[in-house]
């Protein structure tokens, strides 16, 4: 089926301390060779470096320049400023109060919904002992029924013997 030169994902992953997610990508992107079969896709036992250099890099894109020690560092520096989404919104205040406002709609919107079950399980379980005793009635009826058609058989009896 696969000559030894195929790795899983995962086996590739461990052995070259790439992330899954990052070899997901790359295939996805059609930026390396890979093999699909029973489900599961497979790259070359090689670097990560040798496998892109090897692929050319597809019409209308840059090449992809990746860190010398192959791990997932990211290949754009961002100021630190720009790493924090707060500093850009003015302190965050604006968004923080909005994400409480949320949050505190959903949990209203949870309660509701948890009340509403519950009196929904309480219509149930009445409905349910309304068909219990429903249940006993008319078995309680149906056995009266057999005992008087048990009597009539033994009338029809007596009426003969007469």
């Known amino acids: 089926m696969l000559d030894k ?3 899983s994902l995962s ?25 699909f079969e029973d489900g599961r ?14 692929k050319a890099p597809p019409q209308n894109s840059r090449p992809v320049d990746l860190p010398e020690d192959e791990s997932e560092e990211p290949l754009v520096q961002v100021k630190e400023e720009e790493k924090n989404p707060v500093t850009q919104l003015g ?12 949050l505190g709609e959903i ?3 949870y309660a509701i919904i948890l009340q509403e079950k519950e009196e929904q399980l ?3 379980k009445e409905e349910v002992t309304d068909l219990r005793t429903l249940v006993r009635v008319l078995e309680e009826e149906n056995s009266r029924l ?15 013997s007469i």
């Open 91 to 102: 302190e965050g205040a604006g968004v923080l109060e909005t994400t409480n406002q949320l």
């Open 11 to 35: 086996e590739y992953s461990s052995k070259y301390k790439v992330s899954v997610s990052t070899l997901r990508r790359r295939v996805k992107r059609d930026e390396i060779d890979y093999s």
């Open 5 to 7: 030169t195929w790795l």
């Open 146 to 160: 057999k005992a008087a058609s048990a009597d009539s058989h033994s009338l029809d009896e007596w009426l003969k």
């Open 107 to 109: 949990k209203k919107a």
């Open 122 to 124: 309480i219509q149930l």
């Open 41 to 54: 896709y497979f790259i070359s036992d090689q670097p990560l470096v040798n496998l892109l250099a090897e």
